[in-house]
């Protein structure tokens, strides 16, 4: 599994689907065309300034609200390569790992890392590296049957690569 390395977009406690895509976008499914519109009733400049490779970080409950597979599938096509929080909606937790977005959960990163901080994360050992301050934080590491399905981009392709 690659790791992660990138600017950080921080937003607070319970961001939740609607703010990630609106509603008003769910008639398309392509990907890019969602990425377009992600973050974008929270953060209206997000799609624009976002580069491949960066990072989100957050506090309590990202994800939460409806079940829609459409936000992960938008963070992850606007390029963004992980995001972190002090915890994720249970839904959005499953509906990323099924796409293959990594997330992970460290409420100290989360609330340390600021805003346009460079951060690494070595998704093998869960360190979380703040290039910018020079702090290091545990988060969880990913199982191995985890790191499969999200080097094989989600659950689908996983399945289909057997």
């Given at each position: 599994?690659?790791?992660?390395?990138?600017?950080v977009f921080k937003y607070g406690d319970n961001v939740d689907t609607d703010v990630?895509?609106?509603?008003?976008?769910?008639a398309d499914s392509?990907?890019?065309?969602l990425s377009k519109h992600c973050m974008e009733d929270l953060d209206e400049h997000f799609a624009g300034r976002v580069k491949e490779g960066d990072i989100i970080t957050a506090g309590k409950n990202f994800g939460c609200g409806s079940s829609r597979e459409h936000a992960p599938?938008?963070?992850?096509?606007?390029?963004v390569s992980a995001v972190i929080a002090h915890s994720f909606a249970r839904i959005f937790y499953r509906n990323a790992i099924n796409i293959g977005l990594p997330i992970i959960e460290c409420p100290e990163a989360a609330e340390s890392i600021n805003d346009?901080?460079?951060v690494g994360i070595d998704f093998g050992t869960g360190v979380i590296t703040d290039f910018t301050t020079?702090?290091?934080?545990r988060g969880q590491s990913f199982p191995d049957f985890m790191q499969?399905?999200?080097d094989a981009g989600g659950l689908v392709s996983f399945v289909n690569s057997k």
């Open positions: 599994m690659e790791n992660a390395h990138g600017h990630i895509i609106p509603a008003r976008y769910l392509d990907p890019a065309a599938i938008a963070i992850k096509a606007s390029g346009g901080d460079e020079g702090k290091s934080f499969r399905l999200i």
